[in-house]
């Protein structure tokens, strides 16, 4: 792409640019009762990338803090968090359909009503459906660190991401992120640190406590069995 100084400018020019994507769509099997929670719980908790940008407090039918979670997984932490935390609406982004089917089933068994999901790639979900300043969170726990060094141009968070996602927090906002690998922690820490318009939370300037707002996940327990440690970053919007 040498030649062309985005990607936007290479389609006008009929060229094709493949994109470096951050996840391997692992199907896996779509158990009976995901494909049931999908078919009965998508019609008012599914949200499309087709239909473009969104309103989200037409979508909420309110106006709420807005937080959104990249990669929930199996989506159990993500209603955890929607049933202790009703003042704020969520948005839940996964490419599994079985991790969709269980965050939804697991949704309407809870009865949560401030939470949304899509079932399509973050980067593109953030780029067409969600609006500049509108995000009081932003969450990224757990992604795939891509150990291997050749894998690491893989890895989710990339200076040009940053501040995309920069974009579409409000000022105040928060980008939280945990891994349980050190050395995609150390990773984050140095993009996040040389990334404008962000400051620390943190008082020692690295990594900062579990708040008890994120929930103890599988994820961190595996990680705590395996002997690794969990790191949890949180960078705010200033500028």
Known sequence: MSQFKSEQEAAESGVYIRKIQSFVKREGRLTTGQAKSIEQ???TM???HSAGLQNFAEVFGRHAPLVLEIGFGMGKSLVEMALNEVDKDFVGIEVHRPGVGTCLS???EHNVHNLRV???DAVEVFADCVADNTLARVQLF???PWHKKRHHK???IQPDFVQKLRNKLAIGGVFHMATDWENYAEHMLVVMSDADGFKNQSDSNDYVPRPEQRPLTKFEQRGHRLGHGVW???FERIS
Do not use: Q
Request: glycine share 4%.
């Open 41 to 43: 719980n998508w019609p």
């Open 46 to 48: 599914g949200l499309k």
């Open 106 to 108: 697991e949704a309407a």
């Open 118 to 120: 899509y079932e399509h």
């Open 142 to 144: 757990f992604p795939d």
């Open 154 to 156: 893989r890895r989710i």
């Open 232 to 234: 949890d970053l949180m």
